[in-house]
């Protein structure tokens, strides 16, 4: 394996860790949505923190290492088409996805405070279509990603 | 050696199948690792349903479109011994994976069911053990198929 066949299977490594934390969170969201008491919440909470280093990490590393391929290659230039696609697409899944994490992250916070009002307005926030939305947004603009990284359109 | 356009969405469908069972996989495991000295079963068990409904279909997915890819790619015509050690450690990993995954879904199952009179808490666990398991067989998968090695 050369350089160039490592920083591939580290960038596709990257896509999985994003792509792992995504469904993660899409199981959260499917079973927030069908919650009916604040104890059936807490256990989201808890297990939502093993997707941040995922999705954080598998983000900024799919980014660099995506350039240095871009560089490396003989064959692809960082301005083509495609790869500029999947920079503006990229930072785009972070705006959306940045929206979605201050929505659950404001959840969880309301979760903590307690109180009979607060966890009624977490159980309706939960329900709510905002975050799932919003959410469904993150991974619709990730496949996108996948099938320009797959198709290469204009390659 | 470039590959051509024509596998792209057979490619497409191998990935995104890949991709769901590893993330089924990793929200399986995590669940039954953060819940595993809970008293209430609720992580153990989100964390067998995970199994069942996203990596299982995950995995189907992704071997549908792995079969797709091999067959577009001409992988029929070329003998064994010639084949590139990527797609031998590919097949084993995803035909031996699947069997394990298998395995933690009868587990997890049985753990379910029994879950309901208050067992099963040890099934449950060995089905989180193997969802971790399968995790790293997976990662190593993933570098393969990316990096080729031969």
Redesign the interface.
Known sequence: ?NFY??M??????A??AI??????Y??LVF?GRRMESPD?TK?LF??AP?GTP?IGGGSVLALILGVILAIDSD?YEIWNGWIIAAIVLWALMGAIGGRTGKYYTDVQKLAQEGGEGAQQEVLARLRAPTGALLHLGTVLVF?LI??DM???PGA | MPRTHGIDLALFVHVIGAMILMGGLVTAAGAGIIGWRDTGGGLRRLSALTLFAVALPGWIVMRVGAEWVYSKEGWDDVPDKLQPTWLGIGYITADAGGIILLVALILGGIGVRRARSGGGAGLLKASTVLAAVLIAVYVVTVWAMGGKPN
């Open positions: 394996m066949d490592w591939l299977a580290l960038h596709l490594l896509a999985f792509a792992a934390a995504l469904v993660l899409s199981v079973n059936q256990f808890r297990i093993i995922l064959r496949v996948l099938l797959i198709f290469k």
